[in-house]
């Protein structure tokens, strides 16, 4: 069974900076599409970024230029470095992994805990 395991989160001011960690056990993470979703309360859960298995990588428009998804396949992991932080950017980040359609839909089954941002003053 696949587990993810997010972490890095926390309460951080407008311009800040974090970097979220995922640990994935369970799957061969080397040959895994993985992405980083959020919600917010009262809105759906949306795309941030994704990094395929061969490190290409894709963000959604209100991230760009600000958030950088990487991995490292020794570790089982996957990072997000959100710079330049703004008050939208508050939400519960989860990551997840799947065949590159699916993480770029979105459409998971189950999903791990996340990790709250709090972007504010």
């Known amino acids: 069974q696949v587990q993810l395991v997010e972490s890095g989160g926390g309460l951080v001011q407008p311009g800040g900076s974090l970097r979220l960690s995922c640990v994935v056990s369970g799957t061969i993470f080397s040959i895994r599409h993985m992405g980083w979703y959020r919600q917010a309360p009262g809105l759906q859960r949306e795309l941030v970024a994704a990094?395929?298995?061969?490190?290409?990588?894709k963000y959604g428009d209100s991230v760009k230029g600000r958030f950088t998804i990487s991995r490292d396949n020794a570790n089982n992991a996957v990072y997000l470095q959100m710079n330049s932080l703004k008050p939208e950017d508050t939400a519960v980040y989860y990551c997840n992994q799947g065949n590159w359609r699916t993480v770029l839909d979105g459409h998971f089954g189950s999903w791990g805990q996340g990790t709250q941002v709090v972007v504010s003053s």
């Open positions: 990094i395929s298995s061969d490190r290409h990588t």
